[in-house]
Structures are given as structure tokens and as C-alpha cells.
């Protein structure tokens, strides 16, 4: 399996609900990640996990709240959104966080629309 | 940190031609440069990558060459095809410290039949 799946593909929600985002990769890899990406824009980097561990957090507002319960699974809560969060949600993985040992896969994205 | 510069931000070519994307980085320690290629509603996939102990590497109608000197890298997609049409990403990465891949900020390439 060489892949990573996300789900749900597409979501809309309100200012006041909340949501959470599902990513889940069986290459047994152990750094996986979560991108923002607006229209026309390059993946911009939100959080990074390293052997469950949070490694890095790009100053993301509180109302998005990572979660990694085990090394296949990354979630992405999401709570009191605001529109402009609208955008395309990337998961990634790959074999280690530096990149020595291959690359990284990105999976499919969650279309997120917040009203 | 790290500065990603791609150029151009668009390019036009006719099926047949070459197609070059250039990319400059500012972290002398970055030694990872992946290319993503990226369709409409579609997720970045890679398409080639090279490390920095290496000058060039080249997959069928794709290459990518790597000047440490000077701090770029360059994508060279030849005999292009209609199916090349999509946005183009370079990244750097280093293997301390941040760790991150930096993306460029993406090239449209269109292919005219």
C-alpha cells in the first residue's frame, strides 16, 4: 500500500460547528503532516508529527487542534472556523521527517468550505 | 529560514518543445529538492528529486540539474505533451534543523497542442 487516504474529500460547515479531518497511511512511515492550500498557492506547511510526537507547529490558530493516536493516523480538529479557512487540506507522510530516506506522499486533500 | 524564488509563474509552450522552471534557495544547508506536479483538484505528486551529491538526474523526458554554487535548480521536461499541462512546484529541504520542505510559489505550465 502506497498510498495515503483522506477523508472526507469534500466538507462544509458552519462558523460554530465542529469537524474533524482523517488521514491515514500503512507504508509505516513516521513523520506525516498537515498543508493548507489555498487557490493557485503552494502547499503552505501547518504541523509536522515525528514518531507521534509533535514537531513542529507553524504558529496555526488554536481553532485547528492536531491529533496523532498512532503512527498511521493523523487527525485535524476544527473548531469555530472562520471563512477565509476555507481551502484545500493536505495530509502527507514520509519515511522519516529529514527526507533521507525517500520522499513524501501527499494524500488526496479535504475540500474545506466554511460558511 | 529557507526562501523558495520559482520562475516563471506561467509558461507557454507547443507540444514538442522544451519546457524549463527555474528555482533559486537561500539555506546553503538545504540537500533535498523534490518537483511536485500538481492537476487541477488533484494532490502534488512527485516527479523527480535530487540531493545535493548529485549534479543532475534525469528520468525519460525529465531532468533536473543542481548548482550548489550558486544556490538553484532547475526542472527541464522535454518533448512535451498536452498531459504535462499542470502547476509545478520546487521545494528545498535540509536534513537538520527545520527539517520542512520550503515550496516555491509553483509554475503554470500549459501545453498547446
Known amino acids: 500500500d502506497t498510498e495515503v487516504t483522506q477523508t472526507p474529500k469534500h466538507l462544509v460547515m458552519g462558523m460554530t460547528n465542529k469537524k474533524s479531518l482523517k488521514c491515514e497511511q500503512h507504508m509505516g512511515h513516521r513523520a506525516m503532516y498537515w498543508y493548507k492550500q489555498k487557490a493557485k498557492k503552494p502547499p503552505e506547511l501547518m504541523f509536522v508529527y515525528s514518531y507521534e510526537k509533535l514537531s513542529i507547529n507553524e504558529s496555526v490558530p488554536s481553532r485547528f487542534s492536531p491529533e496523532c493516536p498512532n503512527s498511521s493516523l493523523l487527525n485535524l480538529h476544527l473548531h469555530a472556523l472562520q471563512p477565509e479557512d476555507s481551502a484545500l487540506y493536505l495530509c502527507?507522510?514520509?519515511?522519516?521527517?529529514?527526507?533521507?530516506?525517500?520522499?513524501?506522499?501527499f494524500g488526496p486533500g479535504t475540500r474545506l468550505t466554511v460558511l | 529560514g529557507e526562501n523558495v524564488e520559482q520562475h516563471p509563474s506561467t509558461l507557454s509552450v507547443q507540444e514538442g518543445d522544451s519546457a524549463v522552471i527555474k528555482c533559486t534557495y537561500s539555506d546553503s544547508a538545504s540537500n533535498y529538492f523534490p518537483w511536485y506536479k500538481q492537476e487541477l483538484g488533484k494532490r502534488p505528486q512527485l516527479i523527480i528529486d535530487?540531493?545535493?551529491?548529485?549534479g543532475e538526474k534525469k528520468d525519460q523526458r525529465i531532468a533536473v540539474t543542481l548548482n550548489k554554487t550558486a544556490k538553484h535548480f532547475s526542472l527541464h521536461i522535454t518533448e512535451t505533451q498536452p498531459e504535462d499541462s499542470a502547476v509545478y512546484f520546487c521545494a528545498a529541504s535540509t536534513s537538520a534543523g527545520r527539517r520542512a520542505l520550503t515550496f516555491g510559489s509553483g509554475t503554470r505550465l500549459q501545453v498547446q497542442p
Open positions: 535530487i540531493r545535493s551529491n548529485v
Open positions: 502527507a507522510s514520509s519515511q522519516d521527517w529529514d527526507l533521507r530516506s525517500g520522499e513524501q506522499f
